[in-house]
Each structure stands twice: as C-alpha cells, then as structure tokens.
C-alpha cells in the first residue's frame, strides 16, 4: 500500500519541540502532531489540547491517502460534538512509562540508555510507527505537509519558537505524565532501568513484553485513567472499529497453545508497514510462506496468486478511512483500511448478518468467546463485485452474489488435506 509518509522524528525531538508559527490562512497553531504515520492525524493546541472541529469550528483530522480504496489525503471532522476543550487523555497508549495520576514514573531507563548496547534495534524501532505516535514537530522536519487544521493543500508551514519541552506536563490539557513520547523500548519490556545497569544479572521478561500488545491494542472503558480491553469487538456500520486486534485475536483460533500471538507474526521491533522507506532491516515483510510454515494449504479456484491474507485479513476494519463496494445483488460490501485478525471464515453462514450481533453493534461471539467467522460478505465480495478491488495488480474479479460465493467458497481449498 503507497501511504503518505509523513516524516516524524524520533523522540530526541521532543526534547527540542518547536511550536508551528500561524500561516497565511492558517486558523490554528499545532504544537504536536499524534500520529500522521499510518492512517491519519490529530493534533495538540497550545495548551496542549487534542483539536477538535467543535472546539475549533475547524476541520481538525487529517486522513493520509490511501492508494487500496482511492481516497486522497484530506481534512476530514473529528469531534464536531466537542463543547470544551478536549483533553490529551490519550498517554496510556501513545507514550512510555505513563502514569496517568501525574506521579513521577520510577525504574524506567529511556530508549536512549537501550540503544547503548542494543543499537540495531533500537535503529530498527525508531522507523516504526511506534515511534511516530506522539511528535513535536522541529524546525528540522521542514516537510512536514500542511498541518493546519482545516487548510486544505500542500502549503507549508513555517517554524517558531521553541517551547519549553521540560514543561509539557505543565500544559493545561495534558493528563498524566509519562517517561518518554511514543512507545519506546520499555512499553513493551517494562522499566527496565535495573537491567540497563546490571544486565547480566537483571533480564526483562520476555513473556511480558509479548503481552504487552494487549495493553494497547485494544479498546474499552478507562480504569483508573487507562484503558481496558472488553473483549468486545465493536462494530460501526458494518465495519469492525479500529484498535481492536487484540481483542480480535483473542477471540481467533489462534489463541491456543502453539498458535501464533502477536510476536510470532510481527517483529516487535519492525513496522510492518512503508517497507520502501525502511532504511535497516526494519520492516516484517509479509509472505504466505509465514503462514506455509504452520498450515498446509494451497489456494484453487484460478486464485494461486492471491495471498493467504487477501481472504483471512481482509480490510474490515476501520480507523480512517473506508469504501463501500455494491456487489451484483445491489448489496454493498465495505472495506476499511485496517486488516481483521480473526482469521476464521465462516462460509456457512446464511447471511451477511451472522457477522454481527442482533443490534449490530458488535461482532457476535460463540459462548466461549471465540467469533464465529468472516462472511463471504467481507471477504469475498469486496473483490468479486463490478468495480471491486483489485490488490497488488490482480486481474478484476467475475462478480458473484452472496449464495454463489457461499457455495465456491468450500472450493477454494478443496482438494487440500485439513491441517
Ligand atoms: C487503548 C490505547 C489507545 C488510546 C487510549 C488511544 N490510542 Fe490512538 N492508537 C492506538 C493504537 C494501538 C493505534 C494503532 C491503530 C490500531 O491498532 O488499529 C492508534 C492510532 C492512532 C492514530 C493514527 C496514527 C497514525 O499514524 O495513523 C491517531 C491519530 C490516534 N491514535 C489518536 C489518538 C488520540 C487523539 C487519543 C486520545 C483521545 C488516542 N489515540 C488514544 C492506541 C490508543
Ligand atoms: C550495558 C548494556 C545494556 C543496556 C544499557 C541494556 N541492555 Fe539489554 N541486554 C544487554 C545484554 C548484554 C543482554 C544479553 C544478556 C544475556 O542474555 O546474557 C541483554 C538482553 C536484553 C533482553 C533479552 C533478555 C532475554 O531474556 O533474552 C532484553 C529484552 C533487553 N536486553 C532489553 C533492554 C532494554 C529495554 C534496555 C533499556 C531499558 C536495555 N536492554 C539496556 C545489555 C544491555
Ligand atoms: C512493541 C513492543 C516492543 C518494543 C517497543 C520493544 N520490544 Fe524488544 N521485544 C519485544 C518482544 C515481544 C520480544 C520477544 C520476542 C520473542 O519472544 O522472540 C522482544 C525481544 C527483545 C530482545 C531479545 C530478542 C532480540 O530480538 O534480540 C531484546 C534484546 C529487546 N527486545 C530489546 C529491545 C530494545 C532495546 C527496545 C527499544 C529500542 C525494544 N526491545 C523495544 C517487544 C518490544
Ligand atoms: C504502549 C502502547 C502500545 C504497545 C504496548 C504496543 N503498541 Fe503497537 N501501536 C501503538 C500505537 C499508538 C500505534 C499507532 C502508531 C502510529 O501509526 O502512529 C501502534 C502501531 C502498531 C502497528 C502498525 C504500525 C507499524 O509500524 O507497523 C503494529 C504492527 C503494531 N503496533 C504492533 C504491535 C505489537 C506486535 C505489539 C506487542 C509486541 C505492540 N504493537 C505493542 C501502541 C502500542
Ligand atoms: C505458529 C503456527 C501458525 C501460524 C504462523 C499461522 N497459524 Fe493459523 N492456526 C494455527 C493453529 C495452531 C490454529 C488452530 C488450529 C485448530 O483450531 O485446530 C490455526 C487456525 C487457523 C485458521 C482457522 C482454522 C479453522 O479451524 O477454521 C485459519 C483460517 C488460519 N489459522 C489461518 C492462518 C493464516 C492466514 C496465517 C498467516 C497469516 C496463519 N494462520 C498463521 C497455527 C498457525
Ligand atoms: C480466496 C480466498 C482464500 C485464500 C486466498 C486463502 N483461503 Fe484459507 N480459507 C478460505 C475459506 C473460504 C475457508 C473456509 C472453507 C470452509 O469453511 O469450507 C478457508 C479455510 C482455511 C483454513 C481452515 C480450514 C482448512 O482447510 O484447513 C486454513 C487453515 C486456511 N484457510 C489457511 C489458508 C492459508 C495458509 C492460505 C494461504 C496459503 C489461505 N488459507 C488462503 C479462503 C481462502
Ligand atoms: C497470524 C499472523 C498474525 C498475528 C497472530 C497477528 N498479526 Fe497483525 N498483521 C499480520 C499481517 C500479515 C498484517 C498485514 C501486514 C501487511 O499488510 O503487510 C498485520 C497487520 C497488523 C497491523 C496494521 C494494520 C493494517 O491493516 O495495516 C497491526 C496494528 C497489527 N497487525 C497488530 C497486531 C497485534 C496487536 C496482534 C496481536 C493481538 C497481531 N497483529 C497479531 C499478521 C498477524
Ligand atoms: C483479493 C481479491 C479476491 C478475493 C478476496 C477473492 N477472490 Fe476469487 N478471484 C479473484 C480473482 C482476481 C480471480 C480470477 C479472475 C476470475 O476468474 O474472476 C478469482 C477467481 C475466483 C473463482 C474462479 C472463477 C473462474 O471462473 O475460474 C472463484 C470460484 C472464486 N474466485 C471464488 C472466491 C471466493 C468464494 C472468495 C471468498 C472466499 C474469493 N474468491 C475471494 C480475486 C479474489
């Protein structure tokens, strides 16, 4: 997928910090920009705000372009209900060593110690989109596109005065108080300040750091100022909500003993996306070999150049951007711009509907928790339909309606034994 790279820097920057100066035309000044590196970006005010259009009256989102459904880089709403100014509550996820109380977090060393003797990873780390979370933008990333809410076009901005970065805390919608901008080495492997002294005696847990994703990825209530996983995985509209693959996974056939979790398929310290842009090693290059080594599985039906994740993560989830695709029934299909990681297929099901629970606000889940399947609906249709998508250069697909997908659907790996 082409994303718009928007250049971040990595946290020493946040030490420099630097406040973008009013433009012509430009009605807002932005201090940070919380993400711009995968899908879209939010922005912090002055007094450290998140920006929002009903605060601002002001588009206040900015959605990269995404090359897969079409859509170009736009400003779109973002919490046009917004009465007051809405406050950076967001630290639990988008920095290290949070604590949300505002008390100062103890055992933690700061990637920079990391990289002393680990440096590769930590080059490696610093172009994820870990590290493009929460950014000052400085004077030395001068193409930084227009981050000016609610001004549309390329223009640029020009940089000011440096902030005080010592005194973030002390901005007015700044909530709680973290270690270190972004998701530095120690979100996922704990403080690990006693290691980073002592490491041939001290080693940081690596069983914890895997189920650290779980920490993050995920969406529910807060407590105590932090966000819980539900085990929910809500819906809007037809399309799973974004930041779910946790609670996705869980409820998957993968998590069982000797399925893969989040680490086996992902390099924790690699991106899996912008692989051109990786200058190390740095980027989890996805094949169906990754998939080979643990099912055995070919791919029939006129589909050999289709990849495994084509039908088992399709696009069905939804943090910026989606497309709705009318199928030959005049039915449409959606397609986000996150990958489902449920995995399963439920090619059985007798609608479209099976996918969701009665009111359909959620995925509907079996007793024990597992969801019952993907419908042909979301991963069939999006291709099989007139004008349906056509990933990584595959032809275009004959269009087909809920019950013919249904009954080729067994067929697809038909003559392969059940591993
Ligand atoms: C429970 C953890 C959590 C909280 C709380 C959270 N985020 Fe995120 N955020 C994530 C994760 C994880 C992603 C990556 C998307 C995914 O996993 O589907 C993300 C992605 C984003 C992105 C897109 C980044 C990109 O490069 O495209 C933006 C923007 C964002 N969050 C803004 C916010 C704001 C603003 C808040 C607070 C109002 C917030 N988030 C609170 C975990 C969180
Ligand atoms: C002074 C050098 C040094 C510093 C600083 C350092 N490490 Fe290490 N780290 C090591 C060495 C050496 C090992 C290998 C230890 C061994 O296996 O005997 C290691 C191993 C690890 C392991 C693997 C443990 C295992 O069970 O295999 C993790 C995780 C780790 N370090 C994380 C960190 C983090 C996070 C930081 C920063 C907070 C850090 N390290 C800072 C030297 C260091
Ligand atoms: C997104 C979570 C995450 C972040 C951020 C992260 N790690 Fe890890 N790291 C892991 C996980 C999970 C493993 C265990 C992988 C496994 O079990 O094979 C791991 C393994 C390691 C290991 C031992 C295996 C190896 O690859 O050498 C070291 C050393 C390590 N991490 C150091 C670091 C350092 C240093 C940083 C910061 C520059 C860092 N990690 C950032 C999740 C993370
Ligand atoms: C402290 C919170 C936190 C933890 C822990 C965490 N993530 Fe993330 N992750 C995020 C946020 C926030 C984003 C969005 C970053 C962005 O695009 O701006 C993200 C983005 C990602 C992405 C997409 C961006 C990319 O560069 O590929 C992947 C893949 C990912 N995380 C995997 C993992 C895995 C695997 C683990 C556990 C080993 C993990 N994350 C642990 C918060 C977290
Ligand atoms: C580390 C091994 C491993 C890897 C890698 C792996 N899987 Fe699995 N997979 C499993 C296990 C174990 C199960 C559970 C099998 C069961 O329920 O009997 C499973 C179950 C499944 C199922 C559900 C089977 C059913 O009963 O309906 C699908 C579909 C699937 N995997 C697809 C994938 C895809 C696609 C990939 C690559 C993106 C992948 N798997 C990677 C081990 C793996
Ligand atoms: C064209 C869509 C499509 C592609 C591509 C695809 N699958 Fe499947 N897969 C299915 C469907 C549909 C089912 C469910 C079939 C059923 O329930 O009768 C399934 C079932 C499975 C299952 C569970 C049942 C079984 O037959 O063992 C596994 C495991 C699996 N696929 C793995 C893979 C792997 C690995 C790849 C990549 C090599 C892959 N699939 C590519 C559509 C696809
Ligand atoms: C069976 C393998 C597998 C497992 C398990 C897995 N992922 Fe993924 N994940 C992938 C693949 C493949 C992609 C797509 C990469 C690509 O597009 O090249 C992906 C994409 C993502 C993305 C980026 C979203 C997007 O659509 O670009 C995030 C975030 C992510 N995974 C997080 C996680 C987290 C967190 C876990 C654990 C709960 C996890 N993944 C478990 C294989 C897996
Ligand atoms: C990523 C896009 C994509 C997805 C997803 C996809 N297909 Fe296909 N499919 C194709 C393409 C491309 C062809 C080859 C062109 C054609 O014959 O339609 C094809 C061919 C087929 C054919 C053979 C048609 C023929 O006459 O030779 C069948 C049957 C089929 N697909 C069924 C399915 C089913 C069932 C699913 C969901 C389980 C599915 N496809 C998912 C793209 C896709």
Known sequence: MERKFIKGCSFICLLLGAVIVMAPGCQKQVTYVIGGYGWKANYLDLDGYVATDGVDKVKTQYNLANADIGTDAKWVSYESGQKSPKPFDCGGCHTTGFAADGSTPEGYAGSGTCKTCHPQIYDSLSESGHQHILNAVSGAAPDYPAFCPGVEGPEKFTFGTTPDQTKIFDLKGIQGQWVEANVGCEACHGPAKDHAQNPASVKPSLDAARAACGKCHISG???????????????????????????????????????????????????????????????????????????????????????????????????????????????????????????????????????????????????????????????????????????????????????????????????????
């Open 221 to 419: 209530e807060k407590v105590d100022g932090i966000e819980q996983a539900d085990y929910i995985i809500s819906t809007n509209g037809d399309l799973i909500n974004y930041r779910q693959e946790w609670e996705e996974w869980q409820a998957s056939p993968h998590n069982i003993a000797g399925g893969p979790d989040c680490a086996t398929c992902h390099n924790p310290h690699a991106t899996t996306i912008y692989g051109g842009k990786a200058k190390t090693d740095g980027r989890r290059v996805y094949q169906n070999e990754d998939c080979l080594k643990c099912h055995h599985v070919t791919i029939g039906q006129n589909m050999s150049s289709l990849l495994c994740i084509d039908c088992h993560m399709p696009k069905a989830a939804k943090l910026a951007v989606s497309k709705g695709i009318i199928g030959k029934e005049g039915n449409y299909a959606y397609v986000g711009d996150v990958r489902s990681h449920q995995f399963k297929i439920n090619a059985a099901a007798a609608s479209p509907n099976a996918f969701y629970n009665p009111d359909r606000t959620a995925v509907q889940l079996d007793a024990s928790g597992k969801a019952l399947g993907l419908t042909v609906t979301l991963v069939c249709q999006p291709c099989h339909s007139p004008g349906g998508i056509k990933p990584h250069g595959l032809p275009e697909a004959t269009p087909y309606t809920f019950d013919e997908l249904k009954q080729k659907a067994p067929l697809v790996h038909a003559s392969q034994p059940k591993v």
